[in-house]
């Protein structure tokens, strides 16, 4: 639990604090969920707030938007951190929310990345939610179909923030110029076409925004009546590298590798580039992003273009080799070469089809011609009897069964006409009529 002290100097905090929304007109951005009728702002102007997730990337208003539930309700607010409290503070806060529940007076508990409490510890908040002890307010930057506990979430509603649009952000820095919480007691010169510069580099996070508009100011060039001007070299110096939005343990990162892996079936060369380029950029491993596109060479283009195989797995070998930063061409030339290659997912139905019966039939006993019979005992009980050894056969084949008794006629391997699989289908054909034939 956080508790605001009277020696906090505001002065000292940081540009985004200073600045942070104190109702809902002056909160920026997510007007899907707080525009004027919305579902999420009527519950807070009525103060009729239930059980829910704030879920969006950092610097969006998660934090900020449950400070104003804060100021709006009658209820008693209680902020806690899940980073610093644990099963013993939980069960401290819940006592005293069954104190007040006893007294008629609400509790709203709010819980900053809710994501990094175990399933232990979300536990202990349930059977207060469920007995309407508490409100509970949660925000995440994670996926919580992933990182809650289904029990806990399915009693809060999820409200997905959004991140924030350019336009907004640069509303956002000119209010920051102007406000006296910002700059407003200070004159400073700064082109519009800079804020901008600045809205895009934050790339929707609102505290990126407003820490590097502090930045570009405190190192602005001032003159003796304290006038202060940002320059474009003081802007380029302060944002010479942009961190990209990817967090390799998180659902961004397979966002992404879903999007690579969909550009490329898609025959989308431009696309599967940017995205590889996404990942390696923000710190991929390259053997990963070569896994994926091996497989992707035999579950989206199989024998349509075998080739691709070939080319995945030499350009793992070859990112094995040599690494990053090198290795990019070597990935950059297989993503282009799936994303041109003939498509067919024949091998992934084929797969899935027998991997289906396989369930369904687990039991079905291997037809005796096709065991093998190592030993006397085996060859009694006719183990191999009546098998055929293609290689003896003029056609290099013969009619002989090798599915299970129950499976015969099955067709798991159904060939497309894309690429070299059309020589296949036709073969395949020839293959089934001649044994149909004899």
Known sequence: MEQQSLFDDNK???????????????????????????????LIENDNISSIIFWGNPGIGKTTLARII???????FIDFSAVTSGIKEIKAVMTQAENNRKFGQKTIVFVDEIHRFNKAQQDAFLPFVEKGSIILIGATTEN???????????????????PLEKDDLVILLKRAINDERGFGNTKVNIDDEFLKIIAEFANGD???ALS????????????KSGEVTVTKETLEQCISKKSLLYDKNGEEHYNI???LHKSMRNSDPDASV???????????????????????????IGLADPHALEIAVAVYQACHFIGMPECSVHLTEAVIYMSMAPKSNSMDIAYMLARKDAKEHIAEPVPLQIRNAPTKLMKELDYGKGYKYAHDYEEKMT???CLPDSLVGREYYIPTEQGLETKYKTKLQQIKEWKKSH
């Open 144 to 162: 919580p179909s992933f990182e809650i506990n289904s029990a806990l979430l399915s009693r809060c509603k999820v409200f997905v923030f959004k």
């Open 70 to 76: 804060a100021n709006k309700t009658n209820s008693e």
């Open 206 to 208: 609102a505290r990126m």
């Open 257 to 259: 590798i879903s999007a």
């Open 399 to 401: 009619s002989m069964q």
């Open 212 to 223: 590097t508009l502090e930045m570009v100011i405190l190192n602005g060039d001032t003159d």
């Open 12 to 42: 000292n905090q940081p540009l985004a604090s200073r600045l942070r929304p104190r109702n809902l007109d002056e909160f920026v951005g997510q007007r899907h969920l707080i525009g004027e009728g919305k579902v999420l702002r009527k």
């Open 274 to 300: 940017y995205w590889l380029a996404r990942m390696l950029e923000a710190g991929e491993d390259p053997l990963y992003i070569a896994r994926r596109v091996t497989r992707f060479a035999s579950e989206d």
